[in-house]
């Protein structure tokens, strides 16, 4: 005889036994399939569900379903590459800040439509013997240019280290030009050698150019497009428009340079940049074991940083320095080591830009104030010192001055001349005609 015990439950009528049963089928079926997912019985509220709230379950299932393939095409379109790691800016900024050792996009948002930072990591390991080659090529010519250049110092954000530059820049005097960088006193020394270094400058752009595009082939076109639109100078010494160019300045740093965090003041939608570790006294590449500790470049407020630590090889970066700040944390060298590491970034500063602006809007006939101190304007000014960089004197004890170069004159009928015996030396086109913008 069975007992049967009826409960009332709303509108549905049960037994205990019934009850008894499915809970030990369903145990039984959990048993023999431990990692499947048990359908339940649906609820009268789940069989009548609302269409829109299936609507808004199929959306959203759609929506998880391409969320994949959006984010590597997002990927393609800002990195080149449709599998990289990402980072998305943090909006806690308690959080702590993530540490990449490999290759990694940032995005602004989740929805991940905008990039701030693309960072790759190229090992020496495997490496192409003539781009590695290239890399010690670049490293070589800077650091031989520091034997022209006193180190800047202008630089308010500037904590420890040393900063050069190649290309050109704003001047500093009350008629304010654009220059190339070089001291003149320094130049006198050795201005053979000098002239020497310049003949690798179209390289660079090159080089330059063509590492950029591997990051970020879109963000180097939108640089690209601006610097066109201005006409400005590319890093060769002559101010001329160079339609294969895509910078006009470079930066670069060493002696474990570190400084605040900041955004610059830079007039292109992104900057450049490059480190490599090298031998600062030759300026060959260190390929492994390099002797300086620390120097992370961080963005503080997007949570992510470059963790140089344990890494062989080079790392490249392209991001918007003018929106997100960033900084180099402080580094140390091994005590007698020469071990460095190289720093540079390519952009058109703000400032630069303005003056180019300037000298371009002149009205027909007005006389332009502006003097452009080019290769050969400082070359004619090293001809006032000695090989030992001294100013020559007369008898009576006064310099000797020698015969100024005079200013150029950007109008409608006339382009900037470089001096024809120097301009043969560089092996250099003479510069195109200046057109002034419409």
């Known amino acids: 005889m069975i007992t049967v015990v009826v409960f009332f439950s709303g509108s549905g009528i049960g037994t205990s036994t019934q009850m008894q049963h499915n809970?030990?089928?369903?145990?039984?079926?959990?048993?023999?399939?431990?990692?499947?997912?048990?359908?339940?019985?649906?609820?009268?509220?789940?069989?009548?569900?609302?269409?829109?709230?299936?609507?808004?379950?199929?959306?959203?299932?759609?929506?998880?379903?391409?969320?994949?393939?959006?984010?590597?095409a997002g990927n393609l379109e800002y990195t080149n590459e449709r599998n990289i790691a990402a980072h998305v800016s943090r909006g806690n900024k308690d959080r702590p800040i993530h540490k990449f050792k490999n290759s990694f996009v940032c995005y602004s948002n989740n929805a991940r439509t905008k990039a701030v930072a693309v960072v790759k990591f190229y090992p020496f390991e495997g490496m192409d013997p003539e781009r590695k080659?290239?890399?010690?090529?670049?490293?070589?010519?800077?650091?031989?240019?520091?034997?022209?250049?006193?180190?800047?110092?202008?630089?308010?954000?500037?904590?420890?280290?040393?900063?050069?530059?190649?290309?050109w820049r704003k001047g500093f005097e009350e008629k304010s030009h654009l220059g190339i960088t070089g001291i003149a006193?320094?130049?006198?020394?050795?201005?053979?050698?000098?002239?020497?270094?310049?003949?690798?400058?179209?390289?660079?752009?090159?080089?330059?150019?063509?590492?950029?595009?591997?990051?970020s082939l879109g963000m180097y076109r939108e640089v690209k497009e601006q610097y066109d639109q201005q006409k400005a100078p590319s890093l060769t010494p002559f101010y001329m428009a160079d339609p294969e160019s895509f910078c006009g300045h470079l930066s670069f740093t060493f002696d474990n340079f570190y400084n605040k965090a900041h955004k610059d003041e830079d007039a292109s939608p992104f900057r450049f940049a490059m480190w490599i570790p090298i031998n600062k006294q030759t300026g060959k590449l260190v390929e492994e074991n390099l002797q300086v500790e620390g120097g992370e470049f961080v963005f503080p407020e997007d949570g992510c940083a470059i963790d140089f630590s344990g890494f062989n090889g080079v790392v490249e970066c392209v991001w918007k320095a003018s929106e997100h700040p960033h900084h180099t944390l402080p580094s140390s060298t091994a005590i007698g080591s020469s071990d460095d590491?190289?720093?540079?970034?390519?952009?058109?500063?703000?400032?630069?830009?303005?003056?180019?602006?300037?000298?371009?809007?002149?009205?027909?006939?007005?006389?332009?104030?502006?003097?452009?101190?080019?290769?050969?304007?400082?070359?004619?000014?090293?001809?006032?010192y000695d090989s030992k960089g001294k100013p020559f004197e007369t008898n009576d004890g006064v310099d000797l001055q020698a015969s100024p170069p005079s200013a150029c004159v950007l109008d409608e009928d006339s382009s900037t001349e470089p001096d024809k015996s120097l301009s043969s030396q560089l092996k250099v086109a003479t510069p195109t005609q200046l057109h002034r913008s419409t």
């Open 133 to 167: 080659a290239h890399y010690e090529q670049l490293s070589t010519n800077l650091i031989a240019h520091t034997r022209f250049q006193n180190a800047k110092k202008s630089n308010e954000n500037t904590l420890g280290g040393t900063m050069y530059s190649l290309g």
């Open 341 to 384: 590491r190289l720093g540079l970034s390519c952009l058109l500063p703000d400032s630069a830009e303005r003056a180019i602006e300037r000298m371009m809007a002149v009205e027909d006939g007005e006389k332009l104030d502006w003097t452009i101190q080019d290769l050969g304007h400082l070359h004619n000014d090293s001809l006032k």
């Open 23 to 72: 809970n030990q089928a369903s145990s039984s079926a959990r048993e023999r399939h431990p990692n499947s997912q048990i359908p339940l019985p649906q609820s009268n509220y789940a069989k009548h569900e609302s269409g829109a709230t299936r609507d808004s379950r199929r959306r959203k299932l759609k929506k998880q379903k391409v969320r994949p393939e959006k984010r590597k």
């Open 185 to 215: 006193s320094k130049v006198a020394k050795d201005q053979e050698g000098w002239i020497k270094l310049f003949t690798e400058t179209p390289w660079i752009n090159d080089f330059l150019a063509q590492r950029f595009q591997d990051i």
